[in-house]
C-alpha cells in the first residue's frame, strides 16, 4: 500500500466501526429525523444538512470482512448485483439529487469514471440514490452528464448491504475485487482522494 497522504489512514474493523461512530454523531451528513438523510430529502429543501469531511478509511486486505450482497434496481429498469463485477474494484457512491455536496461531487465521480473507463482499467462505478424517485434521479444523471449507472432508492434495501458503513451523505465506498470493503470517504471526495484510494484497490490485483 502506498505511503500515506493527508486524511488516509489504515484502520482494523473494530477502529473503523468505532471511527464510523464518531462521524455519524459528530458529522451526519446531508441527513431523517429532520437533520438526517430522509428528513432533507422529504422536506424539498437543501438546508440544514451536515456533510461528512472527507475522512477516509482504508482497510488492509487480512483485516477486510465478508463481501457485501449487494443487488437492486438500476435507474433504467436492469437488474444489477455486485457479483456481477466480481473481479474488479468497485466504486459505491451514495448520493441524492437534493444534497448540495452530491451535486458538487458529480462532475469529479463522472471524470474519473470516465478516465478510467478510457484506460481500460477493471473498475465500476455504480450509484446508490438516496430518496429520489427513478425518474427524478435520472433526470437529474441526464442533466449532470452522468454515465454511469445509478441503483433505485427501493426504499432503502440496497443501502442495507453497506451494513451502515455510509452514515453520510455524500459517502462513497471501494469495494476489492472479492467484493469486500477496501476503502470508505466520508462526504465529498476530491479527485486526488479517490483516484488514491481507487489506485491502492487496483494494485492488489497485479
Same mark, same amino acid.
Given at each position: 500500500?502506498?505511503?500515506s497522504?493527508?486524511?488516509?489512514?489504515?484502520?482494523?474493523p473494530?477502529?473503523?466501526?468505532?471511527?464510523?461512530?464518531?462521524v455519524?454523531?459528530?458529522?451526519?451528513?446531508?441527513?431523517?429525523?429532520?437533520?438526517?438523510?430522509?428528513?432533507?430529502?422529504?422536506?424539498g429543501?437543501?438546508?440544514?444538512?451536515?456533510?461528512g469531511?472527507?475522512?477516509?478509511?482504508?482497510?488492509?486486505?487480512?483485516?477486510?470482512?465478508?463481501?457485501?450482497?449487494?443487488?437492486?434496481?438500476?435507474?433504467?429498469?436492469?437488474?444489477?448485483?455486485?457479483?456481477?463485477?466480481?473481479?474488479?474494484?468497485?466504486?459505491?457512491?451514495?448520493?441524492?439529487?437534493?444534497?448540495?455536496?452530491?451535486?458538487?461531487?458529480?462532475?469529479?465521480?463522472?471524470?474519473?469514471?470516465?478516465?478510467?473507463?478510457?484506460?481500460?482499467?477493471?473498475?465500476?462505478?455504480?450509484?446508490?440514490?438516496?430518496?429520489?424517485?427513478?425518474?427524478?434521479?435520472?433526470?437529474?444523471?441526464?442533466?449532470?452528464?452522468?454515465?454511469?449507472?445509478?441503483?433505485?432508492?427501493? %426504499? %432503502?434495501?440496497?443501502?442495507?448491504?453497506?451494513?451502515?458503513?455510509?452514515?453520510?451523505?455524500?459517502?462513497?465506498?471501494?469495494?476489492?475485487?472479492?467484493?469486500?470493503?477496501?476503502?470508505?470517504?466520508?462526504?465529498?471526495?476530491?479527485?486526488?482522494?479517490?483516484?488514491?484510494?481507487?489506485?491502492?484497490?487496483?494494485?492488489?490485483?497485479?
Amino acid at each position: 500500500m502506498r505511503a500515506s497522504a493527508p486524511r488516509r489512514r489504515v484502520v482494523a474493523p473494530a477502529v473503523a466501526l468505532a471511527t464510523a461512530l464518531a462521524v455519524s454523531v459528530g458529522v451526519s451528513a446531508c441527513t431523517p429525523d429532520p437533520n438526517s438523510v430522509a428528513g432533507q430529502a422529504a422536506s424539498g429543501d437543501r438546508k440544514g444538512y451536515v456533510s461528512g469531511d472527507g475522512t477516509v478509511t482504508q482497510i488492509e486486505p487480512a483485516r477486510r470482512g465478508d463481501p457485501i450482497a449487494l443487488k437492486g434496481t438500476l435507474l433504467d429498469g436492469t437488474p444489477w448485483s455486485v457479483e456481477e463485477a466480481r473481479g474488479k474494484v468497485v466504486v459505491l457512491n451514495v448520493w441524492g439529487q437534493w444534497c448540495p455536496p452530491c451535486v458538487a461531487e458529480m462532475p469529479i465521480l463522472q471524470k474519473s469514471w470516465a478516465s478510467l473507463s478510457a484506460a481500460g482499467k477493471p473498475v465500476v462505478f455504480v450509484g446508490l440514490d438516496v430518496r429520489d424517485s427513478p425518474e427524478t434521479a435520472a433526470s437529474f444523471l441526464t442533466k449532470a452528464q452522468v454515465t454511469f449507472p445509478s441503483l433505485r432508492y427501493d %426504499g %432503502g434495501v440496497p443501502l442495507l448491504a453497506l451494513k451502515g458503513k455510509a452514515p453520510t451523505i455524500p459517502a462513497t465506498v471501494v469495494l476489492d475485487a472479492q467484493g469486500r470493503i477496501a476503502a470508505r470517504i466520508l462526504g465529498p471526495v476530491t479527485e486526488a482522494t479517490l483516484g488514491g484510494v481507487v489506485d491502492d484497490a487496483l494494485k492488489e490485483l497485479r
